[in-house]
């Protein structure tokens, strides 16, 4: 069984990496690599060790304790660290954070190649975005209306699926399918269901294209699907058994 001592001497001899951050001593600063291992798979800074790995010990005081402890509290969300003395060097460990993005009063950071960086916007909007509890298709869309809510797409689509409704009511169906909620539509909806779904979500849309040979240079045939998905679906698969030559 690999001790504590052991493993940290090990993390030491390798060297800074995308879960490992030296530091020869104490600072506020190190809230930022806090919030960097929480938005990433966790890591382990040690306290008392230079970059070039040479070990100039810190002492694990009930004052330190404290003031690394207050950094991962007043983080947002909160992170929950581990503390340790560990021979002559102070261990902090954080885990991968559950709530991301986490962020301190000097903004939010990821890990890159050993390094703590500063998210840029995009990569805060696409985080944010990968960790909602709501998903994109189940968020209410507020821009559209029940006026935008074609009857023949809901007639096209309970035919596929063998549905037989003969009285075509859209707040019910659309609800009965769990793609409008208190009489909002969701972009579910919108995207099975709008007569013009681009309108309200304008990456709606689908290009199918054909190549000549492996290189993706000359295209001899392209399609662009604007429409519904289940439209999308049915022109994709045209689109495929059209150009894909089979022998039997």
Known sequence: MVTELAKIKLLISEGEGLTVEFKERFTPRIVEDMVAFANAKGGIIILGVRDNKTIISEKLTNELKARITSLARNCNPPIQVTIRQVQNVVTI?????????????????????GTTQKMTNHELRVMFREHEEISFEEKINEDVTWNDISRTKIRNFLKEADVGITRIVPHDILTSLNVALNDKITNAGVLFFAEKPRKFIFHAQMTLIAFKGTDRVHIYDRQDVEDDLLTQFNAAETFLRKHLNVRS
Request: charged residues 35%; contains cysteine; aromatic residues 14%.
């Open 93 to 113: 460990e954080v885990p991968q954070g559950e709530e991301k993005p986490y962020g301190c009063s000097s903004g939010y950071f990821r890990r890159l190649d």
